[in-house]
């Protein structure tokens, strides 16, 4: 798939319908939030270069929510994505989901993995950052989001981007990330990595790994681990032993219900207990 040019992302930017072509769900065990006292669907944020497209899910009456970004996978902001920021809602919260490689191609309609990670190396750390600063902004200009009570939760792709936004944005008052990757190497558009900002840490962030992940050996959670003791943000990982990759993803063969719901439970625990709570 070529990149996206400029003219063609302000022109053609959209969301994504359904599950990614790459993993299609197995029915019997996709979680289904349903929308009723929501105001749940697609939404546009401006941007630097023009407009992103987001899926926004947020309680139809009241105000000055709590707002929590949802990081998509490398799978796009597909079902998945938006029945998560539905169960955000349905808790209160206003949570929002930016699609974040919608310049570089749109992955939601490839159906092999191989085609989708060339598209997801071509994103800039620094783009994806900016994407969610304009995303905060909008939040709290347009959509009755409160500045002052922030979170950031991601999964895989969007794991590691938690960490890193969650060291960008100070602003932020905690994250949880989900299985993101912590190492990696030092390039142009991914000059820093996990490890790398967590001595500086200024933001409690909760991170939740698989001890069976066969990408993220537990000898690299443990450098984490021991990299976030110099930080002074309380952050901490927590590993569910016999998990693999991508054990909250419900429409995926690699789902562990009971991890999962463990995950959910301590994500609304920590986000309660700094200064989250609805």
Known sequence: MKEITRRQFIA???????????????????????????????????????????????????????????IQEIFGVHEHLQDICRRFAKLGYLAIAPEMFVR?????KLSNIDE????????????VMSDLDAT??????????????????????????????????PQVNAGVAWYGRLVGDETELTPKHPVDIAANLKVPVLGLYGGKDTGIPLDIVEQMREALKSS???????????????????????????????????????????????
């Not at 989708?116 to 783009?127: L, M, S, T, W, Y």
């Not at 902004?137 to 981007?161: D, Q």
Request: net charge positive; hydrophobic share 40%; glycine share 8%.
């Open 12 to 70: 053609t930017a959209t969301l994504a319908t359904g599950f990614a072509l790459a993993v299609q769900p197995i029915s019997a065990q996709v979680i289904t939030t349903d929308t009723k006292g929501l105001v749940a669907g697609a939404v546009k944020i401006p941007v630097k270069d023009g407009e992103i497209p987001a899926y926004r899910a947020m309680p139809a009456k009241g105000e000055n929510f709590p707002t929590i970004l949802v």
């Open 136 to 169: 905060v902004n909008w939040a709290v200009k347009s959509s009755k989001g409160n500045a002052n009570k922030l979170g950031i939760t991601g999964f895989c792709w969007g794991g590691r981007i938690t960490w890193l936004y969650a060291a960008h944005n």
């Open 232 to 278: 002074s943000s309380e952050s901490k990982i927590i590993v569910y032993p016999d998990a693999p990759h991508a054990f909250f993803a419900d429409y995926r063969p690699s789902y562990r219900e009971q991890a999962a719901k463990d995950g959910w439970q301590r994500l609304k625990a920590w986000f309660n207990q700094h200064s989250l709570s609805t």
């Open 116 to 127: 989708i990670r060339p598209i997801v190396a071509k994103v800039p750390d620094a783009q």
């Open 104 to 108: 570089q191609g749109d992955v939601s």
